[in-house]
C-alpha cells in the first residue's frame, strides 16, 4: 500500500545543473507535504515542506511545487552542489485531530558530480 | 548539540531478548514519535505518543513493542521479544504541533542475530 511513491531511486546530475525529484501520492486527505534528506547513519533532516493551499515554497536553492489536481509534487534544487548528494525522501501528512503521522516515500538518491 | 539524542547507536541482540531504546528529545516538545526503517526500505511510522499516552500506532506496533516517558524526559521503546525482522535502524522524532517540521534523532540500528 504505497500511498506516496517516489518512482525514481536514482538520480545523477552534475553541480551546478538543476536536480528534480518527483513524488506522487494517492491519498487525497494528505494536506502537508514535506521533503527530507538524509545521509547514511543519520536520521533524516528536514529540508521543506508546503501544505496544500499552496503551489509553490522556495526557501534558498530548494521550491518545492505542489500539483494537487495531478497528486504530485516535486522537488528542484538549482544550482545542485556535491553536499546535495544524499537519499531525498517525500513525506506527507493527513489533516485533523492529533494524528501527524508521516507516510514516507521510498526515498530517491541524489548524487551530484562535481 | 543534537536537538533529539537517541542512544544506544548500535544494539546487536539475541532473538527472544529484550532492548530497550532511548531517546532524550531536548526542549518542550509535546509529540514523540518512533519510526523504523529497514535496510533498503522506506521509513516507516510506528507509533505517536502525546501528552503521555499513545495517540496513534501502525500494524507494525504490535504486543511486543512498547513506549513511555517515565521521567518526562527520556522516551523509550521497548521490544520484548526480539524477532530477526525487528533489525532496522529506529528513528525517534518530536514536533512541537501539527505543521512542524519533524526533527528527527540520528538513530539506533538494531541487529538481531
Known amino acids: 500500500d504505497q500511498q506516496v511513491k517516489q518512482n525514481s531511486p536514482s538520480l545523477s546530475v552534475q553541480e551546478g545543473r538543476i536536480s528534480i525529484l518527483n513524488c506522487d501520492y494517492t491519498n487525497s486527505m494528505f494536506d502537508y507535504f514535506l521533503w527530507y534528506k538524509k545521509y547514511p547513519a543519520e536520521g533524516p533532516t528536514f529540508l521543506i515542506s508546503i501544505s496544500s493551499i499552496k503551489d509553490k515554497n522556495e526557501d534558498g536553492r530548494f521550491t518545492v511545487f505542489l500539483n494537487k489536481s495531478a497528486k504530485h509534487l516535486s522537488l528542484h534544487i538549482v544550482p545542485s552542489q556535491p553536499g546535495d548528494s544524499a537519499v531525498y525522501f517525500c513525506?506527507?501528512?493527513?489533516?485533523?485531530?492529533?494524528?501527524?503521522?508521516?507516510?514516507f516515500g521510498k526515498g530517491t538518491l541524489l548524487t551530484v558530480n562535481p | 548539540e543534537p536537538e533529539v539524542t537517541q542512544t544506544p547507536s548500535h544494539q546487536v541482540t539475541q532473538m527472544g531478548q529484550e532492548v530497550i531504546l532511548r531517546c532524550v528529545p531536548i526542549?518542550?516538545?509535546?509529540?514523540f514519535y518512533w519510526y523504523r526503517q529497514i535496510l533498503g526500505q522506506k521509513v516507516e511510522f510506528l507509533v505517536s505518543?502525546?501528552?503521555?499516552?499513545?495517540?496513534?500506532k501502525s500494524e507494525i506496533f504490535d504486543d511486543q513493542f512498547s513506549v513511555e516517558r517515565p521521567d518526562g524526559s527520556n522516551f523509550t521503546l521497548k521490544i520484548r521479544s526480539t524477532k530477526l525482522e525487528d533489525s532496522a535502524m529506529y528513528f525517534c522524532?518530536?514536533?512541537?504541533?501539527?505543521?512542524?517540521?519533524?526533527?528527527f534523532g540520528s538513530g539506533t540500528r538494531l541487529t538481531v542475530v
Open positions: 505518543f502525546y501528552n503521555n499516552e499513545i495517540s496513534e
Open positions: 513525506a506527507a501528512k493527513g489533516s485533523g485531530g492529533s494524528n501527524y503521522k508521516l507516510t
Open positions: 522524532a518530536r514536533t512541537r504541533q501539527g505543521t512542524d517540521g519533524y526533527t
Open positions: 526542549s518542550n516538545h509535546l509529540y
